[in-house]
């Protein structure tokens, strides 16, 4: 994800606000982003938030091997969490985000959805915000993952890192991890 950031023409001089959203337990995702973060503006030090990004965490969509029964209330709560974060839930007004680029699990599912929804119900301030990019998972060679096959339909641009995934809107722009 952070390789496409760095090849990708989003320039941080126009993209000044960040903010990075993990599920629970991902350690590693949110230190990835504070490491990228860094490369951009080398006087972030190690774990002090720069004025420029912010890193949310949000209760996890669904557990490995969790049961398609309970994972409703789970996805359900995630969803809360992302709508709060994307409606910058702490600001006076609502402050969208212009683009959300997300790969992995249902976490990205839910994100997306709840953009869609606000961006359908006309939520103010949110009409020509949060164009969706999903990155389909380096691991998916062969078949693309649950969430890659709900969102493919959803979002603006659909990447994968397979040529062999490339059908249909898929975008194959090489190995991008």
């Known amino acids: 994800m952070f ?11 126009i993209y000044t606000r960040r903010s990075y959203v993990v599920s629970e337990g991902d350690d590693f995702s949110a230190q990835r982003a504070v490491e990228f973060e860094e490369s951009i503006d080398p006087t ?15 209760p996890r969509a ?6 398609l029964l309970t994972t409703p209330p789970s996805a359900f709560r995630c969803c809360l969490a992302c ?26 599912v ?8 606000l961006k359908f119900f006309g939520a103010r301030g949110a009409v020509g915000k949060m164009r969706t990019i999903y990155v389909e998972s380096f691991a998916r060679v062969r078949t693309l993952s649950l969430s ?29 991890v």
């Open 3 to 13: 390789l496409l950031l760095r090849r990708s023409s989003l320039n941080p001089l």
């Open 62 to 67: 669904r557990k490995i091997h969790q049961s």
């Open 110 to 117: 839910c994100i997306v959805f709840v953009g869609l929804v």
């Open 83 to 108: 709508a709060s974060v994307l409606r910058g839930s702490n600001k006076p007004s609502p402050e969208y985000p212009d683009l959300i680029i997300c790969n992995g699990p249902g976490t990205a």
């Open 148 to 176: 890659g096959k709900i969102l493919k339909w959803a979002c603006d641009r659909f990447i994968v890192q397979w040529e062999r995934l490339k059908v249909g809107r898929a975008e194959y722009l090489g190995v991008l």
């Open 44 to 58: 972030t030090t190690c774990g002090e938030l720069s004025k420029n990004y912010d890193i949310y965490t949000v």
